[in-house]
């Protein structure tokens, strides 16, 4: 496998500020007059009530819009939409630490809002109707819509918001407390008005926001069911699908319900056009394409270069009944690579983390084994405008300045970190001098042909992998690390055992892939902050904890414009890749997908989002030529 998907659920985050006046007359003339100036300058308060909100403000689409630009509002429903995925499940709670959640099992579930494909900051209302808050976004206020209604027919209310919310903070994944950090109340007005009030002082931006995206749960539905245990059983939730059978470890199929509360929903509109949705699980990638062409699922996007690059050209295609193409990906290409767990001492030292990334030769990869069809990753931010380059302005300096006792002298003196260029040969010997010197001055000498720090210990490095495929990538690269006298080591586990490690920080390197969003905020506290550092579960890989990147966070949330936004991201960007804390590997800004003929999408697809499940549909009558013509 040349590229690894993140199967994590990322959500956004809430925090709410309680303005509530209490009249207590009795205090006296003084009080009274207090509260009566706070009356009036409440009333006078701009309020926002809208259909929608973005973090700096500008919604695409207005009140009345009838559906996204990019769907086919028309598209046909029905049909069976089929793909695979990596490893194994034993789960159908995507929230929770415990378990391995199934894919797309979020699909049980809705939230207040929801995001649309062709912008990267806006939500419009899903559950709630509508949003209102102040200029200062201390708080928001949600309006439910009184059609909407769990899959056991009973009604969506604002108490089932605010458990949501409770047992997300007590239950949910560890993220979720950070995530939820900002958060001081959560209170159901009446049945179908929540608010959320967020602490004061806090970076109130992108608050409301993160609120909209909590998923809703049914408070009856966990009456007597324990939200922290791992189940197969089908939940309760509003969303448009509802479990329809599973094979533990093997497949999992979601059908649509026929009486979905929200099918009409301008935002719904060209959405969920597949009948079922059918996910086939394999331990292997290679198998998994042999199923592919063998007929068992019908869509495959391709990770695997050598695959593309030499393997599809099975039947099914040469008659023309499997379409292969390459679509376009305008995201963020992500932060793809080997990342380096410096809760262990022995990654402590920038130096060895830096010597350890020189000897992975990204251009000897790129030819001999991925057939020329990638980019070597530069940053956390590939792919976008919000990379660093170059040396430090003054925009960014302002940023840096205050902060430059926590960070490497680089940050200020030398343009943004690029990983040096190796000769197209396994072994660069420059990259293994320039590596040797720097393991030399971190103290890991070389004694009888092996790095040893002065208490005699061996540098011994584990790669932990769960995927049969990616050993061709993994092993140029350890013997390369030995041929430096690094004593390093593939540890084969199942998914499981390697999901199970990864959770409790039980490793030296892991391969892994986050999306990195266009409008950054809270979700940077759990891949870089130091508040998660030693909770498990969370998505900080390489145990950072740096007062200088906590700030950079910070600002990020508290960003007031885009521009403020993007300087602060470059500042942070240009600082996270000084400190060598993962080995970047390579991106490709597009999708190279192959399915049946038998599925369409819009002709012009949004930026954001390939949207497969999403707005893509099932042609019933292409369908049907190919069944007669035996292709499925």
Do not use: C
């Not at 309006?143 to 769990?150: G, K, Q």
């Not at 967020?198 to 049914?218: H, K, W």
């Not at 995201?331 to 060895?352: A, H, I, Y």
Request: charged share 25%; no cysteine; proline share 5%.
């Amino acid at each position: 496998m040349d590229r690894r998907q993140t199967q994590g659920f990322v959500i956004a985050q809430e925090q709410l500020r309680s303005l509530t006046l209490r009249y207590i007359f009795s205090f006296g003339l003084l009080i009274a007059v207090w509260v009566l100036t706070a009356f009036v300058a409440a009333a006078d308060e701009k309020i926002t009530k809208s259909h929608g909100i973005s973090a700096f403000g500008d919604l695409k689409y207005g009140p009345e819009f009838q559906f996204f630009e990019y769907v086919n509002p028309e598209a046909p429903k029905g049909g069976e939409f089929s793909t695979w995925a990596f490893g194994t499940f034993d789960s159908m709670t995507p929230y929770i630490l415990k378990g391995t959640a199934a894919s797309l099992s979020s699909v049980f579930f809705e939230s207040l809002m929801s995001g649309s494909a062709d912008e990267p900051d806006s939500m419009y209302g899903l559950l709630a109707e509508s949003i209102e808050y102040p200029e200062n976004r201390g708080w928001a206020v949600f309006n439910l819509r009184p059609e909407a209604r769990f899959s056991d027919g009973s009604p969506v209310t604002s108490e089932d918001v605010v458990f949501s919310f409770n047992v997300l903070m007590e239950k949910g994944r560890p993220s979720f407390k950070v995530t939820f950090a900002d958060f001081e109340n959560v209170e159901a007005l009446n049945p179908l008005r929540v608010k959320f009030t967020f602490r004061e002082g806090a970076n109130t931006r992108e608050l409301p926001i993160a609120a909209a995206g909590l998923p809703v749960f049914s408070k009856a539905y966990y009456a007597d069911r324990d939200f922290a245990e791992s189940t197969l059983d089908p939940p309760v939730g509003s969303g448009e699908y509802v479990l329809d059978r599973v094979r533990p470890g093997e497949s999992v199929s979601y059908v649509r319900r026929d009486d979905y509360w929200g099918k009409d929903l301008p935002i719904n509109r060209g959405r969920s056009n597949f009948e079922r949705i059918t996910i086939e699980y394999y331990s292997d990638y290679t198998a998994a394409f042999e199923g592919f062409k063998g007929g068992a699922y019908n869509f495959r996007e391709e990770y695997l270069s050598k695959l593309w690059a030499t393997s599809y050209n099975f039947p099914s295609l040469d008659k023309g009944w499997t379409i292969k193409k390459t679509l376009p990906d305008g995201n963020p290409s992500g932060t793809q690579g080997f990342w380096l767990n410096m809760r262990r001492d022995k990654f402590r030292d920038v130096r060895v983390r830096e010597a350890l990334g020189l000897m992975f030769n990204f251009e000897w990869s790129n030819k001999a084994l991925f057939y020329d069809l990638y980019t070597r990753t530069d940053s956390f931010w590939e792919n976008s405008d919000l990379q660093a380059t170059g040396i430090p302005g003054e925009d960014e300096l302002a940023l840096l300045e205050p902060l430059r006792e926590h960070l490497p002298d680089s940050v200020f003196a030398e343009p943004a970190w690029l990983p040096d260029v190796s000769k197209p040969k396994q072994l660069d010997r420059k990259a293994v001098r320039k590596a040797g010197k720097l393991l030399d001055a971190a103290g890991w000498k070389v004694v009888d042909g092996m790095r040893k720090n002065d208490k005699g210990e061996t540098l011994r490095v584990e790669f932990l992998n769960d995927s049969p495929s990616f050993e061709r990538i993994s092993n140029p690269f350890i013997e390369n690390l030995k041929r430096l006298g690094v004593d390093a080591y593939l540890s084969n586990v199942d998914s499981a055992q390697a999901n199970e490690r990864q959770k409790n920080y039980d490793y030296d390197i892991v391969v892994q892939r986050f999306v990195m969003s266009l409008t950054p905020g809270l979700e940077l506290r759990g891949i870089f902050g130091s508040d998660v550092v030693d909770t498990p579960g969370a998505n900080n890989l390489s145990g950072l904890a740096n007062p200088a990147i906590d700030a950079l966070i910070g600002t990020i949330e508290k960003a007031g414009t885009r521009q403020e936004l993007n300087t602060a991201v470059r500042a942070l960007d240009r600082s996270l890749r000084a400190m060598h804390i993962w080995i970047p590997q390579w991106y490709k800004a597009a999708h190279n997908v192959a399915y049946l003929d038998i599925y369409e999408h819009p002709k012009k697809l949004p930026p954001f989002a390939m949207g497969e499940v999403d707005f893509w549909w099932y042609n019933a009558e292409k369908a049907e030529k190919l069944k007669a013509l035996g292709a499925f």
